[in-house]
């Protein structure tokens, strides 16, 4: 068994460079986990800190529910295999793989079983009496391994291994440790630069770029959903074809006009997952689509499924199994080279800056690769008409880069109509609560449809008085908590709702939905989510005190504004564990959300469990009360019931905090600490 759990994880080097930063994930049991992206992203950084090589800057990092950041490498039951396979030359392979095992003074006939069984799984007993130098790469390698599966850790974590090998041995060595994987049933983590070798062998991989992590997910959603250009960009080879272009709807068209000239017509059902607000002829957009999802043009095509494009051909690149063909959209010579900029274009990026592949500095309006049969004639100088599948098309946001056809659509934007203390929408009609009564502007003469935002789980089903009919279903399962994607339509537009449970509506069920008031917004109207998070400044400090049984000890405290609350041990432990001693030095900023709060009316003089506050307005959802509470001069938002029939403004009480809730930064780093 071996699950890790890195939360808020930092590397910081010199107290400047910040090699990592906020690196978040659950690592299950038994999971092949691969950390790809180009040179210098803090792939290796991650491993080592995993490792114990290198100390972790802030953050928390668990195996098997254990904070693990102060423990020595050596008692963390993990083992790493490098790249240059850091064998003893004057060892035997035999030696070399009972060496560990050797220091740990394990019985000579229980190290001898071992050697031998690794040996056997790596096809090396012939060469357990040789000396590393009397190898190939390939076989040192496995030495290497060995060395690691003798000691049975609990994790494996591989540093670009094959990167020393040749392409053909690559190729079966990455083979070989799958199997190696799959028998081992055991945690592995490994660091490529090499998108292919992640693809090949991830269960779920970790796209990093500059020390941020891009996206996580499996080889598939990947490459079937990259969250952004860059991710877009760097996995699948030849390289996406990007294409700048703005999307324009008319009824149930979408017209995808490309900057270089060109027009592609869509049916708005496969784009209902794009905001509306990208349809109206000028939001800059980048179109992605796969050479696999452009062939060339046959008599007799669906133009409901394929767009067909003139394409002026460049160069030709029969690969044997495969025909690549790079040209330009559209009949006219270019005045640039798209032959370098196509050829350029496929290749993965390799370097930490802004101008890599899969960046809009690279995007030229118009190459294109096509992928051709091996028996496709094409010559320089020829014009032919390219197939492009409109159902694979991505888009991104030209300048978040952010993709804008997301797998899992997080936010609904569809037009509304606010009337002061009413929303309506999509042909329903919603009271707003007290605490958007008004907030609205009054109604105009001429009613102008306003842009509601209104994320997917604030769609709540099953109570309320808004109608759906569920068009489809999708489980999601994300680190194992059951996520389900309904598809809603309500009064003919399309909505998606999310909920944490399994799928408990089918397709075809009329649903009633209501809304959580406190995360829409109407922008035009003032009507803006309540705030979900809290923020109080303060610091970690000690106080020497005596205990019930008269013994001197310390007692540890957030101070919030001045205001010392008793910090819990677990949050002391994880403070202490990520920065030692200097936490009292940190200026910090506690983080929570407004459900980590039980407020109560104040009955005796403030303690250290509370935080004294003052309520100063109350804001009605419906739903749930809020109060805006102010607190040594700061305002905190919380659930506020109170009881029935006092008059709770103005209200003296103590707020609790559950600490496990709580966020700390550090406020001079601007880093998350816990
Ligand atoms: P990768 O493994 O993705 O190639 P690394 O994790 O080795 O990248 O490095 C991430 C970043 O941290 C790089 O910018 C690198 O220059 C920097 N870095 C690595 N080690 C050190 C160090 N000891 N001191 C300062 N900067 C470092």
Same mark, same amino acid.
């Given at each position: ?247 324009? *709807? ?13 027009? $592609?017509?869509?049916? !708005? ?20 689509? *796969? ?6 043009? *046959? ?14 051909? @460049? ?172 598809? $809603? ?15 408990? !509506? ?48 310390? *007692? ?24 030692? @001693? ?72 103590? $707020? ?19």
């Amino acid at each position: 068994m071996a699950s890790l759990s890195l939360k808020h994880i930092y590397k910081v080097y010199d107290g400047t460079t910040k090699a990592v930063n906020d690196f978040n994930m659950e690592i299950r049991d038994k999971e092949f986990i691969v950390f790809v992206g180009p040179s210098g992203c803090g792939k290796s950084t991650t491993l080592r800190m995993i490792a114990g090589l290198e100390d972790i800057s802030a953050g928390e990092l668990r195996i098997d529910g254990d904070i693990v950041n102060d423990v020595e490498p050596g008692d963390r039951n993990i083992a790493m295999v490098f790249q240059n396979y850091a064998l003893y030359p004057h060892m035997t392979v035999y030696e070399n793989m009972a060496f560990a095992l050797k220091t740990a003074k394990v019985p000579k006939d229980i190290i001898h079983q071992k050697v031998t069984e690794a040996a056997r799984i790596l096809g090396i007993t012939e060469y357990l009496e040789r000396k590393p130098k009397a190898l190939s790469g390939g076989q040192r390698q496995r030495v290497a391994l060995g060395r690691a599966i003798v000691r049975s850790p609990k994790v494996f974590l591989l540093d670009e291994p094959l990167s020393n090998l040749d392409a053909k041995l690559r190729a079966a060595m990455r083979a070989e440790i799958t199997r190696l994987h799959e028998r081992l049933g055991t945690t592995f983590i490994y660091v490529t630069h090499d998108q292919v070798e992640a693809m090949t062998m991830g269960s779920r991989i970790v796209v990093m770029r500059g020390g941020f992590v891009q996206q996580i997910d499996t080889p598939k959603n990947l490459y079937n959903h990259p969250a952004n250009l860059f991710v877009a960009g760097f996995i699948g080879t030849p390289r996406m074809n990007f294409w700048p272009a703005t999307l324009r *709807r008319e009824g149930n068209a979408v017209h995808v006009k490309l900057d270089s000239g060109s027009t $592609l017509t869509i049916d !708005y059902a496969i784009l209902n997952h794009v905001q509306p607000r990208y349809m109206d002829g000028n939001h800059p957009v980048i179109v992605g689509v *796969r050479p696999d999802n452009v062939i060339p043009w *046959r008599a007799g095509m669906d133009p409901a499924e394929w767009a067909r494009l003139p394409v002026t051909v @460049t160069v030709v690149e029969a690969l044997g199994g495969e025909t690549l063909v790079y040209g330009h959209i559209g009949v006219a010579v270019p005045d640039h080279d798209p032959i370098g900029e196509a050829a350029e274009s496929t290749q993965p990026a390799n370097s930490g800056g802004k101008s890599e592949a899969g960046t809009p500095d690279r995007i030229t309006s118009d190459t294109i690769i096509i992928k051709a049969p091996a028996d496709y004639e094409a010559h320089r100088g020829d014009v032919v008409d390219a197939a492009v599948s409109l159902k694979k098309l991505h888009l991104f946001d030209r300048e978040t880069e952010a993709s804008i056809k997301p797998r899992i659509p997080t936010e609904n934007v569809c037009l509304c109509t606010p009337e002061g203390n009413a929303l309506s929408f999509a042909g329903q009609r919603f009271p707003l609560p007290p605490a958007l009564c008004g907030v609205s502007s009054p109604p105009k003469r001429e009613t102008a449809p306003a842009e509601l935002s209104l994320p997917a789980d604030a769609i709540l089903l099953g109570t309320g008085m808004g109608r759906a009919k569920v068009e489809e279903t999708e489980l999601l399962d994300a680190d194992g908590s059951p996520r389900t994607l309904y598809r $809603l339509t309500v009064g003919g537009v399309t909505l998606f709702a999310l909920e944490t449970a399994p799928p408990r !509506y089918g397709v075809g069920d009329a649903v009633p939905f209501d809304l959580d008031f406190s995360r829409i917004a109407v922008e035009s109207h003032g009507i803006k989510p309540l705030r979900v998070e809290n923020a109080l400044e303060g610091r970690f400090t000690k106080e020497k005190e005596t205990d019930d049984r008269g013994r001197r000890v310390y *007692r540890f405290y957030l101070d919030m504004l001045d205001q010392p609350v008793s910090a819990e041990e677990s949050l002391c432990e994880k403070l202490f564990s990520c920065k030692g @001693t200097a936490i009292f030095r940190t200026p910090l900023s506690y983080r929570f959300p407004p459900d980590a709060v039980t407020v109560t009316p104040r009955q005796r003089e403030p303690d250290k469990t509370a935080l004294p506050g003052r309520v100063t307005r109350l804001l009605d959802y419906g739903r749930v009360t809020y109060a805006e509470i102010d607190v040594g001069g700061k305002t905190v938002i919380a659930p506020y019931d109170g009881k029935a029939g006092e008059s709770r403004e103005n209200a003296a009480v103590s $707020l609790v905090i559950d600490q496990t809730k709580l966020t700390v930064v550090d406020r001079e780093a601007d880093i998350v600490i816990v």
